[in-house]
């Protein structure tokens, strides 16, 4: 069974207004941490935000937010004010924390959300 | 300036042959990995390594070698095994704390085989 899920292969936003990612994640562990990656065309992967299970607070980093919704397993990546250098592919990915999930320390991510800002 | 830096960033291979990507952090860095990643999709983890001398088996390890010599540096050995090595290779490395352990990226290393 898939463990992340990004519903949107692509997306389209207008410069200057604000975008929402989905992703949905699936696991048992009480504790696992989520990150959201940006790609440019370059290749390169760029760490944007991190949530915690267990934090109480939704995460922000500037324009970045993350809409953490425990009982549904979602983990949107909100992106305010859009720039025209935002447009790559975004990730979602996961990293069960427990010592009981085994490979504790892996990522797993999710299949990716090309996102387009329009001028 | 700290980072992960991985080369080369074109690699051509003739099928039949062993290459090896090179990833070298300054971060200081105790765990570093190895992901896959094909056209369209996520990555997908080959190998990873917590500490010196130790390494072990991710999702896609096979047709793959990894050596752990030294804390900074962690090639990679794509070997004549591999059935269907053309992808794109990023390297990277975390602190390995646990908790939020944030893992960062290199540049990457495109591998074509002819």
């Known amino acids: 069974a898939q463990k992340i899920t990004q519903t949107q292969p692509g997306m389209f936003v207008q410069e200057k207004e604000a975008v929402t990612l989905d992703c949905t994640y699936d696991t048992s562990d009480p504790s696992y941490g989520l990150f959201w990656y940006k790609q440019p065309s370059s290749g390169e992967m760029i760490f944007l935000i991190y949530?915690?299970?267990?934090?109480?607070q939704n995460a922000t980093e500037g324009r970045y937010s993350l809409n953490f919704q425990k009982a549904r397993k979602s983990a949107n990546l909100v992106i305010s004010a859009s720039q025209l250098g935002d447009s790559a592919m975004y990730f979602c990915a996961m990293r069960e924390i427990s010592i009981l999930s085994g490979s504790a320390r892996q990522l797993t991510f999710g299949s990716g959300t090309q996102l387009t800002v329009l001028p | 300036d700290g980072g992960i830096t991985q080369s080369p960033k074109y690699l051509f291979r003739k099928e039949g042959q062993n290459v090896t990507l090179s990833c070298e952090q300054n971060l200081n860095h105790d765990a570093m990995y190895w992901y896959r990643q094909d056209p369209g999709q996520g990555l997908r983890l080959i190998y990873y390594s917590q500490i010196v001398n130790d390494f072990q088996k991710g999702d896609i390890a096979e047709g793959y070698s990894v050596s752990r010599e030294k804390k900074e540096s962690f090639p990679l050995t794509v070997t004549s095994a591999q059935k269907n090595p053309t992808a794109f290779y990023l390297c990277?490395?975390?602190?390995?704390?646990?908790?939020?352990?944030?893992?960062?990226f290199g540049p990457g290393t495109r591998l074509t085989v002819l």
């Open positions: 990277a490395s975390s602190h390995d704390r646990g908790g939020t352990d944030t893992q960062y």
């Open positions: 949530q915690g299970s267990y934090d109480q």
